[in-house]
């Protein structure tokens, strides 16, 4: 049943929310802060992967040769099939379709060496707005569970502790598994957090919205070849 949910942000706003399940007991949370994160981890998602599809892609002049080189061959084989009668003129076409190859291979070796430069670029780039979101959000949680709340509405799988970072923690790291147990990446963003168990740090947010926007692109890829 979908019902209405009110919680406190750190600015102390009441905010109404609908949603389809049990109560959070959040004991702050940044909406501003989460919204500016997941819009700038989609769009530099998503001009990471156009940048990709762009350095795929073959230029006009490939194209053309790669159409050219197809007729050759066509031709080629034709020659080919009158058999000596037409031996000179099939030596010439081998040889065009020769020149033709070397010229197609120039094309891809010139595209692996630029789309080596940029996909080097593009790691530096990427590294360094992860640096750049990590040194800025460095100790800050952009969301953070209430322990006290949490045991009280018996959200903490029944636990007998008068911690409440202890039933804050049970609490989220269900909510979170299996993402709590793995990956160096959880761990790399909670560094500086108080309470690391149960908050949320801003590469996390930074990196799901990467992560949503790259697998809806790859979806999107996958159906316009079919």
Same mark, same amino acid.
């Given at each position: 049943?979908t019902? /209405?949910?009110?919680?406190?942000?750190?600015? $102390?706003?009441?905010?109404?929310?609908?949603i389809?399940?049990s109560?959070?007991?959040?004991?702050?949370i940044?909406p501003?802060?989460?919204?500016?994160? #997941?819009t #700038?981890?989609?769009?530099?998602?998503?001009?990471?992967?156009?940048?990709?599809?762009?350095?795929?892609?073959?230029?006009?002049?490939?194209?053309?040769?790669?159409? @050219? #080189?197809?007729?050759?061959? +066509?031709?080629?084989?034709? &020659?080919?099939?009158? !058999?000596?009668?037409? +031996? =000179?003129?099939?030596?010439?076409?081998?040889?065009i =379709? /020769?020149?033709?190859?070397?010229?197609?291979? *120039?094309?891809?070796?010139?595209?692996? &060496? $630029? $789309?080596?430069?940029v996909? &080097? =670029?593009?790691?530096?780039?990427?590294? !360094?707005? $992860?640096? /750049?979101?990590?040194?800025?959000?460095?100790?800050?949680?952009? /969301?953070?569970i209430? *322990?006290?709340?949490?045991?009280?509405?018996?959200?903490?799988? !029944?636990? @007998?502790?008068?911690?409440?970072a202890?039933?804050a923690?049970?609490?989220?790291?269900?909510?979170?598994?299996?993402?709590?147990?793995?990956g160096? *990446?959880?761990?790399?963003? %909670?560094? *500086?957090?108080?309470?690391?168990?149960?908050?949320?740090?801003?590469?996390?947010?930074?990196?799901?919205? @990467? =992560?949503?926007v790259? %697998?809806v692109?790859?979806?999107?890829?996958?159906?316009?070849?079919?």
């Open positions: 049943l019902y /209405l949910h009110t919680f406190t942000t750190t600015h $102390n706003h009441s905010i109404t929310m609908i389809p399940h109560e959070i007991p959040l004991s702050s940044r501003t802060d989460i919204f500016l994160l #997941l #700038l981890g989609s769009i530099t998602e998503l001009i990471h992967r156009l940048i990709t599809h762009k350095m795929k892609t073959q230029s006009s002049g490939e194209r053309a040769l790669r159409e @050219q #080189l197809r007729l050759l061959r +066509f031709q080629t084989n034709k &020659k080919r099939a009158l !058999g000596a009668s037409a +031996f =000179v003129e099939t030596s010439k076409l081998e040889r =379709v /020769l020149a033709k190859e070397k010229e197609l291979s *120039g094309y891809a070796e010139i595209r692996a &060496k $630029n $789309n080596k430069k996909e &080097k =670029v593009m790691k530096y780039v990427m590294n !360094g707005l $992860n640096l /750049l979101v990590f040194f800025v959000y460095y100790g800050i949680p952009l /969301l953070e209430d *322990g006290l709340k949490a045991s009280e509405l018996g959200l903490s799988n !029944g636990l @007998q502790s008068d911690d409440h202890e039933h923690a049970v609490f989220w790291k269900g909510v979170m598994f299996p993402l709590s147990s793995v160096i *990446g959880m761990k790399i963003s %909670k560094i *500086g957090l108080v309470n690391k168990a149960s908050s949320v740090g801003a590469l996390i947010v930074y990196w799901s919205a @990467q =992560v949503l790259g %697998k692109y790859e979806c999107l890829e996958a159906l316009s070849f079919r």
